[in-house]
């Protein structure tokens, strides 16, 4: 994580409740080069009630007006089953699985499938239990920072170090809820804000149209990139809307590892990419006229011109007034 950005490529409940469509999502995610593949691993009625209603944008994207929350979350489940079939195939296809557990048992299923972080998704940021449940495996720990103020953040850190995690370990995701994020809201600046307060590896979880804002947030030194993932905008679901097409994941992905690559290590010096430019490109001071030994060189025999391999011009006033010390013809290198 310290060498290179993380990338998640989120499927979420993308799948449709689908095992072969989730698989067509590891396609996906693998041809496209992210690091991790990521579900979410839940018990419906472990997770809403059934009087919660569905978020507006929820409410929007899929047909059924009139059902609760609970009613649409039961319809995205992944069986047990399905998430050892998953793991499987991420395996086949060398991308990494990864799942967020929206419940305390779901969280102990997960570890049990030995995944290797765990990511705790902005919703759960004040729940206590579930903070202590995570920090306490004492694995890597992702946290998504969606509608948390920097003293919630602060609170869910300590919880989440106090019940076994190191410090060291922990990623706080900068992140806006709204699906698809307005790009006034997005605020990539409060993302240095809290590297800065929590001297921790930060990143950015992304809910806004399109590849730009992602690659932004890379350049300003994001440590882990997550994006949510759909085979189809179009398809009937919570979050296909707001999520990249395979071939936008492919581009954010590339475009992240070309600016990761272009950020360097921050030594101002000549790449050894233009050290040939240098003679072409630089000047050197030269003979404007023809110019007898012995005559004084000024401004009015001498110039400055291309090719760079002779006397730099930020020597030109040690030269100016000295004598020439042989005989040279116009454009002749002094």
Known sequence: MKNRVLIIAEAGVNHNGDINLAKKLIDAASEAGVDYVKFQTFNSKKLVSKNAQKATYQKENTNNKTESQLEMLQKLELSKEAHFELIKYCKSKKVKFLSTGFDLESIEFLNDLNIDLFKIPS????????????GGLGKPVIISTGMADMSEI?????????????????????????????????????????????????????????????????????????????????????????????????????????????????????SKSEIKNK???????????????????????????????????????????????MEYKEDELI
Request: proline share 5%; with cysteine; net charge negative.
């Open 123 to 134: 919703g759960e940021i004040t729940n206590l239990p579930y903070l202590r449940k995570i």
């Open 154 to 270: 602060e609170d869910a850190i300590n919880v989440v170090i106090e019940a076994g995690t190191n410090k060291k370990d922990i990623s706080i995701l900068h992140c806006n809820t709204e699906y698809p994020t307005p790009m006034e809201d997005v605020n990539l600046k409060a993302m240095l804000s809290i590297k800065k307060e929590f001297n921790v590896n930060v990143g950015y979880s992304d809910h806004t149209l399109g590849i730009e804002i992602p690659i932004a947030a890379a350049a300003m030194g994001a440590k882990v990139i997550e994006k949510h993932f759909t085979l189809d905008n179009n398809m009937e679901g919570p979050d296909h809307k707001a999520s990249l097409e395979p071939r936008d994941l492919e581009s954010m992905v590339h475009g992240i590892r070309n600016i990761e690559e272009a950020l360097g290590n921050g030594i101002k010096e000549p």
């Open 279 to 325: 003679i072409v490109v630089r000047k050197s001071i030269v003979a404007s006229t023809r110019i007898n030994k012995g005559e004084i060189l000024t401004e009015s025999n001498i110039a400055v011109k291309r090719p760079g391999n002779g006397i730099s011009p930020m020597l030109w006033d040690s030269i100016i007034g000295t004598k020439a010390t």
